[in-house]
């Protein structure tokens, strides 16, 4: 054809008039391309040119682009006016087809086809009529299956169970019921292996108006889902630790000087509710940190800033809810877009460790205090070993009274180890030492030698080893020589608490009678240096004995130290 109209045809050549007539421009180019010999009417009307007046033109003059254009192609050609067009080129010799094309297809060109494989996403289209999937190279590669029209949909549906394929044909049937897009995720097998698929499609209406078609894209997201359901899980298993461990988890924001607190801890451990919002910067420094611990808690962030590293702070918050002094313990990193630039905000933890704390300077003065009472019991022990070696008469009346006074000893170290080395009842101690030798009436009823009277009162583990050990001598005298020694004695013992010192003062009284005539005794043994000495140095007590011939007597006055409960990790 492009020869006959070089030969510039007669008007009534049915050839000429058919090329003149087409519907789609067409233009016939020189021998070297480069001047339009012959164009017709729907190309002069597609770019707005007069009719006949562009063959003679240079080519260049309707490109837009390079002549590399006028291969077969969309491009961009130039109007008359100046303005540019979208065409679809096709190229036989010399001769061009030029059809104008709407934005879609414009955009629809090579380099979208690339970048739809790039982004992993194959092109396919559904027949009503045939029931089969045309597949594009890539969704075939999906898919497991060959290009182009290859597979049914009743072969395809085989990888998808039942319940999926309700589920899809709902969404799809509600979307070609709106004329919307629909788009799905869902399972299936592809060569023995299962994929996560990702589709997005188009319902296409026929004549009649009832769906003729469907068309899409369809990309593999397995390895996505697999990332992001891993990401999940680890972020998971994070806040199950940080929720069994009761971390804070926080992001401060420097430029806004605005914190995002990520869980509910740190909402716990700063005493907020939610309605009251996180604190920043300025706010936690000024107001929330205590004034002490603010200066170091400053330089902290600057160095962690001028070194980029790891922020680790202390300190003590008050707390909203209740006011209350709070000890915490901080550790983050600042995060920087690029080295060198200024951080953008720093991610971190904070933990609540007040009882901690507390624990630790509980547990450090439990040791000074098993250290103070290791100390004291060792002095005493000396002391026995001395004077019981100095008033016994033989190795077994030595044996005899020391191995008593060691047991006394252990007992009340005992008692006192049950209760935390806190406190022991000065009833369980006499009981102990008294209940070997008679029945125990605590009303004092005239079956039991011996009577208990007083109300309950706890002893100190300071003043409780010296009270023990006076009550084991006292029992042990009464049985050697005084009211237990014989038939017929009773011991009464009473004591009260009165008013007075930090925690009231004790009075004690311990009477023998119904025993052997009784003397002063005509040299102090060891008994009557721990209750005249030890009583006196110890407990600072003041104390009164009397050698009355119906029965010895005892009285003793001892202020209580106060309870320390820093010592009782109940407390």
Known sequence: MSEWVAQDPAADDPYRIGFDEAAVGLVVLSADETVIVAANRA????????????????IAELLAEAPGGLQASLQFWRRADGSSLDVRVRRAG??????????????????NSE???AAGLGEWRWDRATGLLTLSRRAARILGRPPGRSVSWDELKTGLSETELARLGAIIAEAGAAGTPYQFDTP???AGRTVILRVRGQVVAGPDGAPASMVGVIQDITTRVEARDEILSRDQRLRVATTIAKLGIFEWHMLEDQAIWENEHMYEIFGHAPEDGTIGKA????????????????????RALREDGILQIGGRIRRKSDGAWRTIDMAGRFERDAPGRLPRRLIGVVADVTDRRLAEERQSLLIRELHHRVKNTLATV????????RTASSIESFY???VGRIKSLAHTHSVLTEDTWQMASLENLLLNELKPYAEVTADGGAEGRISLSGPAIDLPSEIAVPIGMAIHELTTNAAKYGALSNRTGRVAVDWTLEPGGPAGILRFSWRETGGPPVAPPSRQGFGSRLLQRVLIAQVQAEVTTDYAPGGFTLTMRAPIPPRNDSLNPLV
Not at 43 to 58: F, K, Q, V
Not at 293 to 301: T, W
Request: aromatic share 4%; proline share 6%.
């Open 43 to 58: 190309l002069h009307d597609l770019i707005g040119w007069a009719p006949g007046t562009l063959p003679g033109r240079a």
């Open 94 to 111: 010399r001769t061009l087809v030029v059809e104008s094309v709407d934005v879609d297809t414009a955009a629809h060109s090579e380099a």
């Open 115 to 117: 970048a739809l494989a």
């Open 188 to 190: 299936t097998t592809v």
């Open 283 to 302: 706010e936690f420094l000024n107001d929330i940190l205590h004034p002490e611990d603010r200066p170091a808690v400053r330089k902290a962030i600057s």
């Open 382 to 389: 000396q002391a026995i070993v001395g004077s019981t070696a």
């Open 400 to 402: 005899e009274a020391f």
